[in-house]
Nanobody
């Protein structure tokens, strides 16, 4: 199973940018669909974006489309989430996850510990 560690979260003002990183170990990520999910206080975890195996296809939640970009460096076993035009409603703990199919959220079985993103108004 792949192990995932997120970093890069923090406090940012509305309209600002952050880049989250996800370092994978144990398995090469090129054989996995990779995704980012988030969970705000008092809410269920929600899908943000996913990338197919090898990164050829990406799928974004409508709430982040045009503002967030997922990228992956399979050679370095890294996944990134570039976030622009951040809004207070983006405040959440962000989780990196690995799965077998980018459109099947139930297939994401490996998770990181999460990194907090707080957007102030």
């Amino acid at each position: 199973q792949v192990q995932l560690v997120e970093s890069g979260g923090g406090l940012v003002q509305a309209g600002g940018s952050l880049r989250l990183s996800c370092a994978a170990s144990g398995r090469i990520i090129s054989s996995y669909a990779m995704g980012w999910f988030r969970q705000a206080p008092g809410k269920e975890r929600e899908f943000v974006v996913a990338s197919s195996r090898y990164g050829g296809i990406t799928y974004y939640a409508d709430s982040v489309k045009g503002r967030f970009t997922i990228s992956r460096d399979n050679a370095k076993n890294m996944v990134y989430l570039q976030m622009h035009s951040l809004k207070p409603e983006d405040t959440a703990v962000y989780y990196c996850a690995a799965g077998t199919y980018y459109r099947d959220y139930e297939s994401f079985g490996s998770w990181g510990q999460g990194t907090q993103v707080t957007v102030s108004s």
